[in-house]
């Protein structure tokens, strides 16, 4: 059900009522389960969309009336998707002899492989910004609001995301 | 302008972000510097293929993930608050009505109020007394198992099985009997000993819908699962099945202690490595006891008749001695109840409404694991008492 406008989700979701919260997940979830799938990869999009929105019922009632749900759901998926690369790394780090290689990818262009692979190898905040403005078409100004920073430096990390990943790239390309 | 500083805007022009002013300044820039002009082609082309990438790899959900989201989401919500508009006039109305009614009958509850936790009460002492019956029935029937088996060694496939699955059961009850078992000199206690022998790490790893899953049962009976991005660790099959069903589900773990599946693959024990991880998880369930008679009856049988019939035989005696429990009969005082209650106020009334409710809640959660735990345990003195028939 999408007739919800953005005033009465809020008021439902503050009431704590079901179909409110229903309806939350009914109108974003394909949206942070995109986001979630370029940040974490395709087998953990649809843990680390449960999880944003798990913490999003924890968190409404800190739920400021002049932001955007959209955006603050944006701002919880990186503070879930932080999480999930704290918890992946300590995994990576955990001496498993066993650990196992990743399932074949799918077969697409090489360059396009090539900068999905070099976008796991940027630091978190250049990636998230990236994948936030490509992939969602997000605003400058609501970027900043989601990752709490001025917008000047969601321009600067953008432009330093692309330089990198494009030396990266090249790097890669080079025999 | 420096041209550096134009690179840098060149990003914001290209993502429709630059303000009007700096556009013009960027655009004057662009008409006379071929460098820029050369950065701007080679950028946007950049663009292009960045966007291409991140966004074109995305596969949207499916149905059942955003279900399966929206159903975890509601099962989260707590309870709805009271606004605090609300609450003051509640609490308004409570006032007045409170003064309404203490006028008339000063703080005594009412007589169906009393009624109420009257009823309570000989629930909750029903559960108590029910629950020690069926504890002395386990006790007795666990006493008699091993007495029947004392006198074998823990090397005897049906003493250890007795011997493990009677300790766990007493323990799930909530007793501890190593201690006075050991002091007797009881077979529990030399197999627990002998049981230090070490399980053998059971492993199993699979490929489901394109993720590779590991399954792994330790010597020291925890199960950990790596999945790509992270893993869980659990105790035993029970815990791991119960605190990561969905995880289960969706790559299709399941099994028993000693005994792992992941889709149609399957890893295994042999039983008396499955008994020794029993021993260390403590899980003896209905499962574990019947691979433990079936495993002794194969051994035991001539023939595949003989054996259908053993079988059958021990089914149809634990059916029957199921039938055969004792009952009990709570000695409820129930005038005496009703003479204390009547002289609590409605605040005392209520507080002690909340607390027997609590109570029989925990209490019937145990009646019920002890009436599975006496079936486990009849059904073990039955096994024995066949098994020193057999010897």
Redesign the interface.
């Known amino acids: 059900m999408n007739t919800w406008s953005e005033s009465e989700l809020v008021a439902g979701c503050r ?4 179909e409110a ?2 309806a ?3 109108v974003h ?2 949206r942070i ?2 986001l979630a ?2 940040l ?8 680390l ?2 999880e944003t ?2 913490a ?3 968190a409404f009632p800190r739920f400021r009336a002049d932001a955007q749900l959209s955006t603050w759901l944006v701002s919880i998926l990186r503070n879930q998707y932080s999480l ?1 690369l704290r ?2 790394r300590k ?1 990576k780090a955990a001496p ?1 002899s ?7 990818p799918r077969p ?1 262009e090489r ?2 492989r090539e ?2 692979d070099r ?1 796991k190898d940027l630091p978190e905040e250049l990636r998230t910004t ?2 936030l ?3 969602d078409g997000m ?2 100004a609501d970027i900043a609001r989601a990752m709490e920073c001025p917008v000047g430096t969601v ?2 990390r ?2 330093e995301a ?1 330089e990198r ?2 030396r990266l790239v090249s790097k890669a390309d080079r025999p | 302008m420096t041209c550096r500083e134009i690179r840098e805007a060149l990003d914001a022009l290209l993502d429709g972000e630059l303000d009007a002013g700096e556009e013009l300044t960027v655009r004057d820039h662009l008409d006379w510097c071929r460098g820029c002009v050369q950065d701007y082609n080679d950028l946007r082309e950049w663009h292009g293929s960045l966007a291409d990438a991140l966004a074109g790899e995305v596969v949207g959900p499916t149905t059942a993930e955003r279900r399966r989201t929206a159903d975890a989401v509601i099962a989260a919500i707590r309870p709805r608050t009271v606004p605090m508009s609300r609450l003051a006039a509640l609490v308004a109305i409570g006032l007045s009505v409170g003064i309404v009614a203490s006028a008339v009958s000063l703080s005594r509850p009412p007589g169906d109020q009393v009624a109420r936790v009257v009823e309570r009460i000989r629930e909750r002492q029903s559960h108590d007394a029910q629950l020690r019956a069926v504890s002395a029935e386990i006790e007795r029937d666990l006493g008699e198992a091993r007495k029947v088996i004392a006198a074998r060694g823990p090397e005897d496939p049906a003493a250890r099985s007795v011997a493990i699955g009677s300790l766990n059961i007493a323990r799930r009850l909530g007793a501890d009997p190593l201690e006075e078992l050991r002091r007797n000199g009881d077979l529990a206690a030399t197999v627990l000993n002998a049981g230090a022998a070490p399980a053998g790490c059971i492993s199993i790893t699979r490929t489901v819908d394109g993720a590779t899953i590991s399954v792994t049962q330790g010597t020291d009976g925890r199960i950990r699962v790596s999945v790509p991005g992270y893993q869980v660790e659990a105790r035993n099959m029970k815990e791991l099945l119960s605190d990561h069903d969905e995880l289960c589900r969706r790559y299709r773990i399941s099994g028993s202690d000693g005994f792992l599946t992941v889709g149609d693959s399957a890893a295994g024990a042999d039983w008396k490595g499955r008994l020794n991880l029993l021993l260390r998880t403590g899980a003896w369930d209905e499962q574990a006891q019947w691979d433990a008679y079936r495993d002794w009856a194969a051994a035991k049988a001539v023939d595949a008749k003989e054996f259908e019939h053993r079988i059958r035989s021990y089914q149809e005696r634990c059916r029957d001695s199921a039938k055969k429990t004792a009952s009990a009969a709570p000695a409820v005082n129930v005038e005496a109840v009703l003479r204390e209650v009547k002289t609590l106020t409605r605040g005392e009334l209520k507080r002690t409404q909340e607390r027997i409710e609590s109570e029989t809640k925990k209490l019937e959660a145990r009646l019920q694991e002890a009436r599975e735990l006496r079936e486990r345990a009849r059904g073990l003195r039955l096994f024995a008492e066949e098994a020193g028939r057999d010897r």
């Not at chain 1, 009431?15 to 079901?18: A, K, T, W, Y």
């Open positions: 009431e704590g009522r079901r919260f229903d939350l997940v009914t979830y394909d389960h995109r799938w370029s974490a990869g395709a087998e953990a999009a649809a843990d969309a449960q929105f798990l999003a019922v924890k999930f918890g992946l995994w498993l066993d650990r196992l290689p990743a399932p074949e697409i360059e396009v900068i999905l976008v990236l994948v403005f490509h992939v605003k400058y321009r600067s953008l432009f692309r990943l494009k």
